[in-house]
């Protein structure tokens, strides 16, 4: 970080500040992974760098979803969504659309939660994203298993490990 503020390489240093939110984060130092999240998310902003802008949302509202602030959590995952769909990222589009469907799951609102999922299919489908055509049949088979539906789930995750097996290599 030291050497990419003192060489101005500012897309580096929200870079930084976003992996150290990233790391705050994962040791439970809530207060500094949102400082730092945040830090990156203005150099991004006045950097115009909207793809970055996106991803800090992304994690802001990933973050923010953790301490239980699901409105603003969604702001943000809206607002990531927003920008990727603008900037035509299909692939980030699909994750921010996964990103909502995680939210909405952990409040127990399944069917807002398979609204987003499909929405993320759909994306992924349509661009042939097979890693990302694993993860939602995952996300249904979670979402299949939180509602009792036993054998939906099973079938959602034999199709998950379909799409992510290495039998196309």
């Known amino acids: 970080l030291a050497i990419k503020?003192?060489?101005?390489?500012?897309?580096?240093?929200?870079?930084?500040?976003?992996?150290?939110?990233?790391?705050?984060?994962?040791?439970?130092?809530?207060?500094?992974?949102?400082?730092?999240?945040?830090?990156?998310?203005?150099?991004?902003?006045?950097?115009?760098?909207?793809?970055?802008?996106?991803?800090?949302?992304?994690?802001?509202?990933t973050l923010f979803e953790l301490l239980g602030q699901h409105d603003k959590a969604q702001e943000y995952q809206e607002k990531a969504?927003?920008?990727?769909?603008?900037?035509g990222d299909r692939i980030g589009e699909a994750t921010s659309y996964r990103n909502l469907m995680c939210l909405f799951l952990s409040q127990g609102?399944?069917?807002?939660?398979?609204?987003?999922?499909?929405?993320?299919?759909?994306?992924?489908?349509g661009i042939g994203h097979r890693s990302g055509e694993a993860a939602n049949y995952s996300c249904l088979g979670e979402i299949s298993l939180?509602?009792?539906?036993?054998?939906?789930?099973?079938?959602?995750y034999e199709k998950e490990i379909g799409r992510a097996s290495c039998r196309e290599r």
């Open 5 to 61: 503020i003192e060489i101005c390489n500012r897309y580096g240093e929200a870079t930084s500040y976003g992996h150290l939110g990233a790391l705050f984060e994962s040791l439970g130092q809530y207060d500094k992974a949102r400082e730092y999240q945040e830090k990156a998310l203005a150099i991004r902003i006045k950097t115009a760098n909207r793809d970055g802008e996106a991803t800090s949302y992304g994690n802001l509202g």
């Open 81 to 87: 969504l927003a920008i990727k769909k603008k900037i």
């Open 109 to 125: 609102m399944y069917a807002k939660a398979n609204f987003y999922l499909e929405k993320a299919m759909k994306v992924g489908k």
């Open 146 to 156: 939180k509602r009792g539906e036993y054998d939906k789930a099973q079938e959602y």
